[in-house]
Every structure is written in structure tokens, then in C-alpha cells.
């Protein structure tokens, strides 16, 4: 949870619950709508969400139980914070037995206590000063003595240091860069430049200050910010870039392998647009964004894109940000985001104007697909059909366009601008072909569709406060039929709002009289 945006964690339970054999790609608001009968308790531990995220992710499964873990408070004005305290001194002594090895005698039971309550209880900091002291055959009183003239956590590392090796205090830089994030071991050698240095790794472990998942090493949160206090980390940021932009590039060909990755990657193509590594930030990027696509990450996808333009006008390069433009708009166009039309129209102006030929035909194809009238209502199964299928092909088109016909990457053309997102329906018009032929409207239904009531009052609200939920009922009042279509927010402030739950959803059919709620 601690790098996923909200949309990539909705993504991530709604395939708890469900799996097909086609590509599916469901929106925020359908996701929401078929999470409602479920009513799990999630854990996200170490998460790194902002207030506004934990809100968003609470308002948008509202039956779902959460349990959040994080070093910060994330949690105000929903549910309850409890702040979870150190160990109690019974605890904290039975803890540094175990990891002596043996019985305390009653000397040393006093020296324990006072060390466990100069530390807070914290398990982690007990077990890595116990370990130091076995090292260093010391005594628990004399370390006792130190941490009562200072116990801070940077103390304790200026101490640590002295007591590793160089390549170790290089490991422990390398992944205090990432603040958290597991790394294979394979990773940390070839960027600390030691074929053999599993063995370095696992003592880490060993005085308590990594933890191994699998395969990977991770240095606590509250460690890598410790550390970060204590080292410039800016070069092993550099190192670790290097390595993984030409990690990534080689591994193109495997989204599989890309997706496994694209936690330490996204983190520092994060870090790489903050320091301004434009050329950097187009190289991860162009190698991140299919994958992401499909991979069902469109929150994260998203934000690449997003890198991408901003990259594109560092660079003065208009073919990266019509590009980037184009799949963000054709993005929102499959989510049914009002703002597809924005940022296709933008594409669209670019291509036009750089004479990108065919570049915008693909634009303009798409941007053709807001104007087209809406698919009469189908079952289920025929739903899936018009929906999935089309996305599978247009995914699979792309993927093949990517592999077999783009020219290699260079700096000074990072992304070329004919690889996109399109509609599997007939090829989008070029130059030499007839122009499409014009689509007659549907005929006017004979339904008729109240909404009550036309306006929502939300009254005066404090900064902060979580707002009333309000109710919008939709109802029939008509002879005939009416298909219904997921709903959307529009407008300026539309950001500042957000969909909850509906029973008003694709596919659906309102009869009349019937009725349906949007909250």
C-alpha cells in the first residue's frame, strides 16, 4: 500500500474477489458497485497514505473494515487512531533473553528493564543493542550508561557504523534510498558492485537491522529516515537509477518481470522527475507504462504518464507529450473520465500542428468515440463481449507495436509518437482513406427520467470535517425502457466530490416506474 495509489489498491481487492479469463478492466465506480456485498477487514500495513487518500479509500468502500498501519497518523476525522506503545518491561526482558540466548542474572534483569524503558520498548532497537553487545562483549550495564547520556536513533547508528563493514554501510545506504522498499539481493550486489553479497546482506539480518521477505531485503522506515538524517543519499539514488533504467530497458520485452520491479522503479522515477533527470524520466518511463497498462495498475499508470508530459516539455519535445497526452486521454476515455476529451483534444492539436499525420487520425479516432451515440443494453455475457474483448485486442495491438515496430529508444527521441492506445474497430482513417462515414442519432426513447432532488445541499462545513453523505434517486417516469450508464461527475469542482456507491450502473436497465440511487 505504501506506493499504490487508491485506484491500484480498489483494483487489487476487486481481484480478490473476482477473476476472469478475458482482460477486464472495471471502473472506480464498478468496482465500488460490486464490493458492496462484501464485507472483509483488510489489513494494509506500512502504509504511506495520505490523509486525504485513507479518506478516499474508506468513502469508497464504506462496507469494507479497514486496519491501517502506519508510523504518521493518517486517520482523523473517520474512525478511531490508537497509538500502539514499546513493549511492556516483562516483555522486553523475556525479549532480550531470547535473544541472549540464556537467563538473566538479577543484575543484569535491573540493567534490562532500564534499557527497555530508555528505548521505549521498541523491539527492533532492543534486539539491534543486544546483538551489538554480544559483538563487542559488553556489558547491559555499560550500555545502559551510554544510552542514559543518549539513546537517540542516531546515536545508536554512529555506533552501528563503526561496527560494519564498507560494503555493509554501502547496502544499508543503498536501501535506506528507497525508504522501505524490499530489494532483491542481486539488485543490491550488482549496484554495490560485489557478486557475493548474500552473506554481508544475511548478517544484516542477523543484528536485526534488515528484514528478509522471500528474496528481498528491507531496511525499516523508521531506520531509512534515520539514515537519511545521517547520509547524503542523493549518490546512492544515482547508482541506483543507473542500474535500474538500464535493468528496466533490458527486461522490455517481459512486462512480467517489469511489474515485479515497478515498486523500486516507480519510486525512482518519482525521485528522478523531482530532481529533474528529464532523459532519465523518459527512459523508465516509456519502459513502465505498458506493463502498468496491462497490468491492471491504471492509478500508477497514470502518474507515469503524467511524468512523461512533464518530461516531454523539459525537453521541448512535443512528440513525448502529444504521446503522453494521447494515452492519458484515451485512459480516461475507457474509465468514461470527462477529462478524456481535454487531454485527446490537446493531443489532437499537437499532432496537427508538428504534422504527426498519423499520429492524429489515431487521436482523432478516439476522440471520435465521445461523440458516438451509446450501444443499446445488453445481458451480462453480451456486455463482457463488447467490453473486454475490444480492450484485449487494443492491448495485444499495442504490445505487438511496441515489440516489433518501434525504432530503439535514444535520448534525443524517447518515446516515438505511433504507439497508442486504439479502438480495435475498423483502422483509423490515414490521409489516402475515405473520410468515416457519419452515424444517423439514435431515435429519442420514450422514457422519461426524474432526478430527485435536482440539488444537494452539503451546508457550511468546517476544514477538515468529514462531509454528510447525500442521496440522488433516479426514477422512470416514462412508457418505455431506459438503458442506464455509469455515472459521472462533471464540472469545475468535480474533484472536491466523489461516488461512493450506485445501483445506477452500465448495462442496467431502469423500467418504469422503477428507481435507482447514486450516493
Excluded at 477473476?19 to 465500488?32: G, H, L, M
Amino acid at each position: 500500500a505504501r506506493t499504490q495509489p487508491v485506484a491500484d489498491l480498489l483494483q487489487a481487492l476487486f481481484e480478490v474477489f473476482y477473476e476472469t479469463d478475458i482482460p477486464y478492466k472495471p471502473s472506480n465506480i464498478e468496482i465500488r458497485h460490486v464490493l458492496q456485498q462484501h464485507q472483509p477487514l483488510v489489513l494494509l500495513d506500512d502504509n504511506g497514505l495520505s490523509q486525504v487518500e485513507v479518506e478516499e479509500l474508506l468513502n469508497s468502500l464504506p462496507n469494507f473494515g479497514f486496519l491501517l498501519a502506519s508510523s504518521d497518523r493518517s486517520l482523523w476525522a473517520m474512525g478511531h487512531a490508537i497509538w500502539v506503545s514499546g513493549l511492556p518491561l516483562a516483555e522486553g526482558q523475556l525479549l532480550i533473553e531470547q535473544e541472549w540466548g540464556r537467563s538473566l542474572t538479577p543484575a543484569e534483569q535491573q540493567s534490562a528493564q532500564t534499557l527497555c524503558l530508555l528505548l521505549k520498548g521498541n523491539p527492533r532497537r532492543i534486539l539491534a543493542e543486544v546483538d551489538l553487545v554480544k559483538r563487542q562483549n559488553r556489558t547491559l550495564a555499560e550500555v545502559v550508561r551510554a544510552l542514559q547520556v543518549d539513546a537517540s536513533e542516531r546515536s545508536f547508528i554512529d555506533r552501528l557504523l563503526a561496527s560494519l563493514l564498507q560494503p555493509q554501510r554501502w547496502a544499508l545506504a543503498l536501501l535506506a534510498a528507497f525508504a522501505g522498499i524490499a530489494l532483491s539481493a542481486e539488485s543490491v550486489a550488482a549496484m554495490g558492485g560485489m557478486p557475493e553479497f548474500s552473506p554481508l546482506l544475511t548478517d544484516l539480518v542477523h543484528r536485526h537491522l534488515l528484514s528478509l521477505e522471500g528474496d528481498r531485503y528491507q531496511l525499516s522506515p523508521d531506520l531509512a529516515k534515520v539514515c537519511a538524517q545521517v547520509w547524503d543519499l542523493n549518490h546512492a539514488r544515482g547508482q541506483a537509477l543507473s542500474y535500474f533504467t538500464q535493468w528496466a530497458e533490458q527486461h522490455s520485452r517481459s512486462p512480467d518481470q517489469i511489474l515485479q520491479e515497478s515498486e523500486p522503479l516507480l519510486d525512482l522515477l518519482n525521485w528522478a522527475a523531482a530532481a529533474r533527470h528529464w532523459v532519465e524520466v523518459l527512459r523508465l518511463a516509456r519502459v513502465l507504462e505498458m506493463p502498468l497498462a496491462l497490468g491492471n495498475r491504471w492509478g500508477a499508470w497514470e502518474q507515469v504518464l503524467q511524468h512523461m508530459v512533464q518530461a516531454g516539455k523539459a525537453l521541448g519535445d512535443q512528440t513525448v507529450v502529444s504521446y503522453a497526452l494521447h494515452q492519458l486521454g484515451t485512459r480516461a476515455l475507457c474509465l468514461e473520465d470527462p477529462i478524456a476529451r481535454e487531454q485527446l483534444t490537446e493531443a489532437l492539436q499537437i499532432r496537427k500542428a508538428t504534422g504527426d499525420h498519423l499520429g492524429a487520425a489515431v487521436t482523432q479516432h478516439n476522440l471520435n468515440l465521445l461523440l458516438a451515440p451509446p450501444l443499446p443494453p445488453q445481458g451480462l455475457e453480451e456486455w463482457l463481449k463488447l467490453v473486454a474483448i475490444p480492450l484485449f485486442l487494443s492491448l495485444t495491438g499495442l504490445l505487438i507495436w511496441h515489440l516489433l515496430r518501434l525504432p530503439p529508444h535514444s535520448p534525443q527521441s524517447p518515446v516515438p509518437s505511433s504507439s497508442e492506445f486504439s479502438s480495435p474497430t475498423p483502422t483509423a482513417p490515414t490521409e489516402s482513406s475515405p473520410p468515416p462515414a457519419s452515424i444517423a442519432p439514435s431515435p429519442p426513447l420514450q422514457g422519461r427520467l426524474a432526478v430527485e432532488p435536482a440539488q444537494l445541499d452539503f451546508g457550511n462545513l468546517w476544514v477538515g470535517d468529514r462531509p454528510p453523505s447525500r442521496t440522488v434517486t433516479l426514477r422512470n417516469q416514462g412508457t418505455a425502457p431506459i438503458p442506464l450508464f455509469t455515472p459521472r461527475l462533471s464540472g469545475r469542482d468535480r474533484r472536491a466530490f466523489a461516488i461512493y456507491s450506485s445501483d445506477c450502473v452500465q448495462g442496467a436497465v431502469l423500467q418504469p416506474d422503477e428507481t435507482c440511487q447514486i450516493n
